[in-house]
C-alpha cells in the first residue's frame, strides 16, 4: 500500500521536510515545480527504501543538470509521471 | 448507511489560519466531504496548528474565525482531528492550548494514517 | 440586486438565491416577510429552530448542512424534532435551506 508524495516547493518551505517525516518504506518522492531545486538536498538524506525521481522538464526549465543528481534521484518525464502514480495506491502532494 | 462504500479520506492541514485561503479551503473540503457520510481524518502539521489555537480574535482583521467551526466537527461527524506533537511542541503549544480535544501523535501515526486512506488531500 | 420590502417600506438587500447580504438586517419581521414569500407562516415550533440555528451561526460561524442540522435539532430540541420528516413539514423543500434563510444566515455551502 505505497503512497507517491509529490514536492513543488524549494527547500526553505516545509514541504520536503514534512514529507521526509512520514514518508515509509515502499513509497516514492517525485519532485516537481520549484521542488526540483531541492535535489541536493533530498541527494544528502535520502531514506531507507523510498525511492527518489525528479521531473526532467522541470529540471531543463530551471538550468539545472541531470547528471549531477548522482545516481540517488532518477529522472521522469511527463509519462514516467503517470506511470508512477498508476504504480502506488494515492498520491500525497506536499507544497 | 453507505459505510460498505465510504472511503477513508485524509486531509492534511499546514497553513497559518489567516492570510491567505488555504486554511479555509480545506475546512470546507472536510465539511463537505463530511455531507458524504466518508471516514474523514483531519490532520494538522506544520504552521497548521496554530489553526487551532484557543483566544483567536480576528475580528480584529476582519476576519471569520475558522477555529470557531472545529468546534462544530462532531456535529458532522468528523471526530478524528490529529496534532503532530512535534510541531505543536516546535510552536510551543500543548494541547490545553487547543480549541478542541485532538489526538497529539508522532510522525509515525500520521505515516500509517496516510496509508490507511484512500485519498489524501494536502493544503 | 434582489430585496425584500417591509411594510414600513424598508428595502432588505437579498443575494440571488433570496439570502440576507447582511445578517444584521435580520429580525423576526424580516423573518416573517421571508417566510412569506415561500409561503410559510411562521409558528413557535418554527422560531425555536431559527433560534437553535441563529445560536449555532454565533458560536461557530457556520450555517448547516442537511444531517448536521438535523442533529442539532436533535442535540438542542430533543429527538423527536430532531428528524427530518419534522423539519422538511416545518420547512418545505430542503429544509437546512429554507431555515437557513429565514434565520438570515448565509446559504449553506457544502448542502446539495
Not at chain 1, 4 to 19: D, E, Q
Not at chain 1, 54 to 82: C, M, P, Q, W
Not at chain 2, 27 to 51: T, Y
Not at chain 3, 65 to 93: Q, W
Amino acid at each position: 500500500m505505497s503512497t507517491l508524495h509529490t514536492i513543488n516547493k524549494t527547500s526553505t518551505h516545509s514541504a520536503l521536510s514534512s514529507c521526509l517525516k512520514v514518508a515509509r518504506n515502499g513509497d516514492s518522492i517525485l519532485l516537481i515545480e520549484d521542488g526540483v531545486y531541492a535535489s541536493s538536498q533530498l541527494c544528502q538524506s535520502p531514506l531507507e527504501g523510498v525511492a527518489l525521481y525528479a521531473l526532467h522538464e522541470d529540471l531543463l526549465a530551471r538550468g539545472l543538470d541531470a547528471s549531477t543528481l548522482s545516481g540517488t534521484i532518477k529522472t521522469v518525464d511527463y509519462n514516467g509521471f503517470v506511470d508512477l502514480v498508476c504504480q502506488h495506491q494515492r498520491c500525497v502532494s506536499w507544497s | 448507511m453507505s459505510t460498505n462504500t465510504a472511503k477513508t479520506i485524509t486531509f492534511i492541514t499546514r497553513s497559518t489560519p489567516y492570510g491567505h485561503g488555504q486554511a479555509k479551503a480545506c475546512l470546507d473540503m472536510v465539511l463537505s466531504a463530511a455531507v458524504f457520510e466518508q471516514k474523514i481524518n483531519f490532520i494538522f502539521m506544520d504552521d497548521g496548528v496554530w489553526q487551532l489555537k484557543k483566544g483567536q480574535a480576528p475580528s480584529h482583521i476582519d476576519a471569520k474565525d475558522l477555529s470557531a467551526a472545529f468546534t462544530a466537527l462532531p456535529l458532522y461527524e468528523v471526530n478524528d482531528l490529529y496534532v503532530n506533537a512535534n510541531d505543536l511542541q516546535e510552536r510551543g503549544l500543548n494541547c490545553e492550548e487547543l480549541v478542541v480535544p485532538v489526538h497529539s501523535v508522532q510522525a509515525n501515526t500520521i505515516a500509517e494514517l496516510i496509508r490507511e486512506s484512500d485519498v489524501v488531500f494536502t493544503l | 440586486m434582489r430585496s425584500l420590502q417591509l411594510p414600513n417600506k424598508a428595502s432588505i438587500p437579498l443575494d440571488k438565491d433570496g439570502y440576507l447580504r447582511d445578517m444584521s438586517n435580520w429580525s423576526p419581521e424580516v423573518a416573517e416577510q421571508l417566510a412569506a414569500a415561500i409561503p410559510i407562516t411562521l409558528t413557535p415550533a418554527h422560531w425555536e429552530v431559527l433560534e437553535v440555528l441563529r445560536a449555532f451561526y454565533q458560536t461557530h460561524g457556520i450555517s448547516p448542512a442537511t444531517r448536521p442540522f438535523v442533529k442539532l435539532v436533535a442535540r438542542d430540541l430533543g429527538s423527536d424534532k430532531g428528524r427530518s420528516i419534522y423539519l422538511m413539514k416545518l420547512f418545505p423543500g430542503n429544509p437546512a435551506l429554507t431555515a437557513s434563510k429565514l434565520a438570515g444566515l448565509p446559504r449553506p455551502s457544502n448542502c446539495f
